[in-house]
């Protein structure tokens, strides 16, 4: 397995909407077991293959405390959303060190393939249901910033575009 690079915002390649899955091949359980390692180096719970520069409709995901709940979401696609929304500060892998409150369906009903192309449907609440969102929102190219107001944006960019600088000098 190996760490891969994350993209960091305000990197264009985040807003790449990306493709489907046609066939899960040897490269896919690779990417999968790659995501997994990078997720967890960066105390992430969530990962699209976007954020990573593979623009290909995969997620995983696990909110457990102890890394015990992998979860692979191929072509995931939300059917559902409940009526109650819930407001949580997000924060993100692509956005590094920024969170921030955004208002999301408090439960979802999520059709999706797993990681031997089987079709699964799963019901998520709370924290799991935020995730998914915000993972299946990375596949769509948005950023959970794109939800804040143009002004916060515009200071996130700048405060990470400075960091970046800094961090090339070094």
């Not at 993209?7 to 899960?24: E, G, K, M, N």
């Amino acid at each position: 397995m190996a760490l891969l690079p994350i993209l960091c915002y305000p990197d264009p390649r985040l807003h790449t909407v990306a493709q489907p899955i046609s066939s899960i091949g040897e490269h896919h359980q690779r990417l999968i077991k790659d995501m997994f390692e990078t997720m967890y180096e960066s105390k992430g719970i969530g990962l699209a293959a976007t954020q990573v520069n593979h623009h290909e409709r995969l997620i995983v995901i696990d909110i457990s405390e102890d890394s015990s709940n992998p979860m692979v979401l191929i072509n995931p696609t939300i059917i559902k959303y409940s009526t109650e929304i819930i407001r949580a500060d997000e924060g993100c892998l692509s956005v590094p060190g920024i969170f921030d409150g955004i208002e999301r369906a408090k439960g979802i009903n999520v059709e999706f393939l797993d990681e031997r192309g089987e079709r699964k449907m799963l019901e998520a609440q709370d924290l799991l249901s935020i995730c998914i969102q915000h993972e299946i929102d990375h596949l769509e190219g948005k950023v959970f910033v794109d939800y804040l107001s143009s002004l916060k944006r515009n200071r996130i960019r700048t405060k990470l575009l400075k960091a970046q600088r800094e961090v090339d000098r070094s």
